[in-house]
């Protein structure tokens, strides 16, 4: 029974962290919340580490193997949070300042057609910086 | 975006896009608006993600800009800030 939590623990961190990965990398489209937020990822992987606590705290004999998974969730866990909030960082402010106008500028559409911000004018425009096509 | 115009042509026939998709190959739009990205992809500079409302009079009235890379801006908040300017100006 210990074992069997210690192993469900694990594969909920593993579902948790490695689900990220595949949900952004084949579908981000379809999951802006959990690229942006990964809330669902972080259920899992808490799920999966209290799981693996309940493991090692039951009474019993046979408690390395929980300890083993425990000690793996917990690093497993660090690493995702390093990811998300620490290597994926961006330094520095950006962008054109609220309030003041908009930088001029002159560039060709996807057809070839030399766009203007002052084709807008009158109007309400929202421009979108994508990195590509993702 | 960074990508030339033919590759925007191509992008805009596959995904079905009527919107202009303007492109910035020397950066130049996104340098005046502060969003160039150093070395970011394969050591080329590219755009931060980002979306820019403007108003009817050229004044910038909202701006949301990615702290991190993973995130992209939340659809919902730009379409609340345009319905914020619609109030603003009757």
């Keep these: ?134 | 975006m960074v990508d030339p115009v033919e590759t925007n042509a191509e992008l805009a026939r596959k995904a079905g896009l009527a919107f202009p998709i303007l492109s910035d190959p020397d950066l130049r739009m996104i340098d005046a608006y502060g969003l160039r990205h150093v070395a970011a992809h394969d050591g080329e500079d590219i755009a931060l993600s980002a979306s820019v409302l403007i108003d009817g009079a050229g004044i910038v009235r909202w701006t949301s800009v990615a702290r991190n890379v993973r995130v992209r801006p939340d659809p919902a908040e730009a379409l609340a800030a345009i319905d914020a300017l619609g109030t603003a100006q009757p």
């Design chain 1, 1 to 134: 029974m210990r074992r069997t939590l210690a192993a469900a623990g694990f594969v909920l961190v593993l579902a948790g962290v490695a689900g990220y990965f595949v949900i952004v990398l084949s579908a981000p489209a379809l999951a802006p919340y959990v690229r942006n937020t990964a809330v669902p990822n972080w259920l899992l992987i808490v799920a999966g580490v209290l799981l693996s606590i309940v493991a090692v705290r039951r009474p019993g004999a046979g408690r390395w193997l929980p300890g083993v998974l425990l000690g793996v969730n917990v690093v497993l866990a660090g690493l995702f949070a390093t990811f998300l909030y620490v290597t994926t960082a961006l330094t520095g402010e950006g962008g054109p300042a609220v309030g003041r106008p908009a930088p001029d500028w002159a560039l060709r559409d996807q057809t070839g057609k030399t766009i203007r911000l002052a084709d807008f004018h009158g109007s309400p425009l929202l421009l979108v910086f994508y990195r590509g096509h993702w």
